[in-house]
């Protein structure tokens, strides 16, 4: 086998790059299948090569239409465009067959007509031998002729029996199988329908994939596909090697795989329930198992820029939620005002003015990590008087901070100019008169305002609220305070 380049691509010959995601639509899409996604998507980038898609939906019992249609939701949402229409791989079944039947033809497969009986005593005595579970080629040699007429069969691949197999990864190195380990497996079942093996063999040749990006759990499948490919360059040429590149999978913070207790896995629940935005989670997942030095914030034409697959590591990459979300923090901060508030808005109860909740961000963002964050952090604006109270904004509001609402409230409603200078500059006048921090003042101050103990700056707060609602805001909480 040509070894690979992983910048060039020069194993799959002079070819430009084409890479595939595969997914298969059983569920929705999995944070590591992003990932996936992503480096196939950026590898045909940073060559000028074709990215495509494919949903494996050959299991008709369990993908359905709402797992397509959430996988490819979720793929747009990350911005990952596929260069050509998806391919539906239970589409192709017709083409699958006609590859098996050419390998039939050319003596590279075989029809088998073991029984399952058969079978399990051939696994019941290789298990009290301890030897290994596999097929043992007991039709491989046979005649077709001396199986009973009209009796069931399944077509198996003939695979090499001696010798090795080498693969060389362009991320796990140089990986060498022995052909004894591996056995003939199924090509197309006795209903005729076509296996994975078969099916994902010829999609990738047929889409023209040069490259073929996938998590490592597949590394042992490269093994079995390969005699299948190369069977079919033997037959009619015009079936190259592709470069393969095993990916390490995701695994939790504790170094376990990761799985549900981790925390939400599909990509849906980031951008749903914990209000990440695309752009962060694309950084997040580029730098799971790949690097460019210290570099943690990493744009989308500077990951094309810079992205090669030989630099992503042979370990298992360790999924951190608070890391995440500090990088969402960093994209929040950098994002349009108005496209937040269009996203924090659903999140919100109540009528919502969007004019006054994009004026709002700049300093609602400075501190938040998700969209749930802004959305919490905007509720005071929307609030209707009597302002609730929480527990601490209650403790803070006795008797003597009632009072001291009463004095601040006859200050700002002499204020003619009410801008955050301006406000700032009286209140610490009036604090200095008072021979007190301005603290003393923003504390009970914030706490009527807002109905809680942290807010955004005070001067922000009273001018998003406005004269009006600000200066009513005090003196409801003060008449509440105070009692009668």
């Not at 403790?395 to 204020?415: F, M, P, Q, T, Y």
């Amino acid at each position: 086998m040509m070894a690979s380049d992983s910048v060039t691509g020069d194993a799959a010959g002079s070819r430009p790059v084409v890479t595939r995601f595969a997914p298969s639509p059983t569920g929705f899409l999995h944070i590591g299948g992003a990932r996936t996604a992503l480096f196939n998507w950026l590898f045909a980038r940073h060559h000028g090569g074709r990215a495509l898609l494919r949903i494996e939906d050959t299991d008709r019992a369990r993908s359905t239409s709402e797992a397509i249609d959430a996988i490819i939701d979720g793929l747009d949402w990350l911005g990952l465009e596929w260069d050509e229409q998806p391919v539906f791989q239970s589409e192709r079944g017709a083409r699958h067959v006609e590859v098996a039947e050419l390998l039939l033809e050319h003596g590279h497969a075989y029809r088998c007509y073991a029984t399952q009986e058969e079978l399990e005593e051939m696994r019941a005595a290789q298990r009290a031998a301890k030897q290994p579970l596999r097929y043992d080629g007991r039709w491989r040699h046979r005649d077709a002729a001396e199986a009973p007429l009209g009796a069931p069969f399944v077509v198996r691949l003939k695979t090499p029996e001696a010798g090795e197999t080498v693969i060389d990864d362009i991320v796990q190195g140089q990986v060498r199988v022995s052909n004894e380990e591996l056995d003939d497996y199924i090509l197309l079942r006795s209903d005729g329908s076509p296996t994975y093996m078969l099916a994902a063999v010829v999609d990738d040749h047929d889409m023209g994939c040069t490259h073929i990006i996938r998590g490592d759990d597949h590394l042992n499948n490269a093994f079995r596909q390969l005699p299948i490919i190369r069977a079919m360059d033997d037959i009619e040429g015009g079936w190259p090697d592709p470069v393969y590149a095993h990916i390490p999978l995701i695994h939790g913070s504790d170094g376990a795989k990761l799985s549900k207790r981790h925390g939400a896995l599909g990509v849906e629940a980031y951008r749903d329930e914990m209000g990440i935005l695309p752009e962060a989670l694309f950084n997040y997942l580029l730098r799971l198992g790949w690097g460019h030095g210290d570099d943690e914030i990493i744009g989308r034409q500077q990951a094309i820029e810079w992205f090669d697959i030989a630099q992503v590591g042979k370990s298992p990459a360790r999924f951190d939620l608070a890391k995440l979300q500090n990088v969402n923090g960093h994209y929040l901060r950098e994002a349009d005002d108005a496209r937040l508030a269009e996203l924090a808005a659903p999140r919100m109860e109540g009528d919502i003015d969007l004019d006054l909740l994009t004026r709002a961000m700049p300093v609602l963002k400075v501190r938040a990590k998700d969209l749930d964050d802004l959305a919490t952090g905007a509720a005071f604006l929307f609030a209707t008087r009597p302002l609730a109270l929480d527990e601490k904004a209650r403790k803070i509001l006795n008797e003597d901070a009632c009072s001291l609402l009463g004095r601040i409230h006859v200050r700002l409603e002499a204020e003619s100019d009410w801008t955050s200078e301006s406000l700032e500059a009286s209140l610490k006048t009036m604090a200095e008169e008072l021979g007190l921090g301005l603290g003393k003042l923003a504390q009970p101050l914030r706490a009527a305002l807002t109905g809680q103990t942290t807010s955004p700056g005070i001067f922000d707060v009273l001018v998003l609220l406005g004269r009006d609602e600000s200066l009513a805001r005090i003196a409801a909480q003060a008449r509440v305070s105070a009692g009668p």
